[in-house]
């Protein structure tokens, strides 16, 4: 089980990862072999799965949106924890509220990710 000092580092760390840009520093947080689910994957590369299976893929598509948006800022409204994964209740790049759950594996890597955006009002 994850505890609260953990994850609150965590969190501080990726939020800092993205929000530098860098992309090994982001991809550092996954498996090689890291599923990721966004609704933003299928606006940026117009596949309507929504889904990039693998860190190779996941890299295209964070180098992707950080071509598209210039400035990254998350602002953490809650984390909610889980026993092999956390939520993160945040307000993304456009200020829309975000719901990130993080899948972690035995050594503490990203296995699987699932993004849900509020819907627009």
Excluded: C, N
Excluded at 21 to 49: E, G, M, N, Q, W
Excluded at 51 to 80: M, N, P, S, W
Aim: proline share 2%; charged share 25%.
């Amino acid at each position: 089980m994850l505890t609260m000092e953990k994850t609150a580092d965590y969190v501080k760390r990726w939020v800092a990862a993205f929000e530098s840009k860098d992309l090994d520093r982001v991809l550092a947080f996954y498996t090689d072999d890291v599923t990721f689910h966004s609704p933003l994957i299928a606006r940026l590369s117009h596949d309507p799965s929504g889904t990039v299976q693998g860190k190779a893929a996941l890299r295209a598509y964070v180098k992707k949106g950080f071509e598209v948006f210039d400035h990254i800022k998350f602002t953490v409204l809650d984390v909610l924890r889980g026993v092999d994964s956390i939520a993160i209740h945040y307000k993304g790049i456009t200020g829309t509220h975000v719901v990130e759950v993080l899948f972690f594996d035995a050594d503490g890597m990203v296995r699987e990710s699932y993004v849900h955006y509020a819907s627009p009002e």
